[in-house]
């Protein structure tokens, strides 16, 4: 018998789509829409920093699912449409235009955007060489204007910024990267990583500068092109082109506007509920307490977002499947694969177990035995054997930690 | 289109067909194959679509290369025909290829 629920996801980037099929694959007989304020497919992001310089992606081949798999499960893809707003007493969404929708269960799976710089508040609206990235029609147009030869400014030494720098000077760019903190990826990792990933860009001829803040960026008579990026300490960088990725800011607006509580991402538990019954959140957008690290997070990351959609999933479901994950995260720059389990917060000793001059190691952050994250660089088996570490919560040795004629997998407990 | 018989752990057997080009994961994900996750999305970064072949098919594909067979020593349950499905991309050739899927994932 056909069901008269109505399951609405906004948002169609990596936890909209999983959890639209998901709650699918779980039993929901209702109705699903799935509505994406791009044109696209749900899509991967990933690869949008790490080759979309170098190699011309489609939404197509980067297609999180086959727009038949959509079909298939029955779920109605909306794309290229913006909610304006949503009245969670009437159960209705609606749009700029066309018709609202009605609804029994309600998904927020909103992500985020770029995060912007003051300086960018007083550039022209069509200033055409100053880019973030978090879309395909983003790298498209990081893609189309990058030439060889040119000078490119990175503002920000996070992962998107470290990630396009190597893209662009393995594409023969000249690159300058302007970080503000002390040491680059200070938000995600410790002194040893960053220092190695510094000298891994300084070999590759990338001008890395750290602890300078950028104060202005001043454009040519047009006013649609900026010319040289300006610091608070008078340094002055000419540019051809200049990429900001100063970090991620959730979307919210619409969960806010509706009255669900937010403190710097959706509030929701560890099924990734909302206070209003019925209605969800997962991905970039969402603040939840981690039982593992006995703190509320906020985290940018695919594999968070998946987590938490297939936890949301659940719960449309009637369903409870909370959310157990390690936080992990990945990036590709040049030859060197880093793969980060956990969170380093709150760690009282480093083992390193390798040596960087190899350029395969991995950094394990400790709290007394207790591995709390680790870094592995081109290490993917210390990765994977960190996680569980971390989510098992196993005592370690630090000693055998760092002892790299031990196999790692001699630390867990027998099978 | 070249065709793939995944089996899941409790012997549900699933009839895939994958175009040549894409990899066995991106199929099994656009099938709806419960039991292949693939968190990261292809990168070889997770081991969530962690594979065996069947035995007659494990010496026609590829060899995995360095970084998979790594990834592979740290999934759930590696046995020798152990594979990571983002990593072989389907063709004509592998038309009848026959997966079979581990208890668990994760």
Redo the contacts between chains.
Sequence with gaps: MPSSEMLVVIGAGQAGAELAVQAREGGWAGTIALIGDEPHLPYHRPPLSKSGLTQAHDADSLAIKARATYAKAGIELITGRKVAHVDLARTAVHFHDGPSMRYTHLAFTTGGRARRLPAQDELHSDVENVHTLRTLADAERLRAGLVPGQRLVVIGGGFIGLEMAAAAATHGLNVVLLEAAPRLLSRVTGATVADFITQVHRDAGVDVRTGITVDGLETDASDRRVTTVCCTNGERFDADHVLIGVGLEPDTTLARRAGLPVDDGIVVDACCRTIVPGVVAAGDCTRQHSALYGRSLRLESVPNAVEQARAAAASVNGLDRPNTGVPWFWSDQYDIKLKTAGLSQGHDRLVVRGRPASRAFTVFYLQGDRVLAADAVNRPADFMLAKRLISERLAVDPARLADDAQPLKTLLPSP | MPQLTIIQFDGTTHQVEAESGKTLM?AA????V?GI?A?????????TCHCYVAEDWAGRLPMPDP?EV??L???KDPRPNSRLSCQIRMSAAYDGLVLHLPESQI
């Excluded at chain 2, 994900?29 to 709806?32: K, S």
């Excluded at chain 2, 968190?39 to 081991?47: I, L």
């Design positions: 991106q994900i656009d099938a709806m419960p996750l968190d990261c999305g292809g990168a070889c970064s997770c081991a970084a790594e990834m020593d740290c999934a």
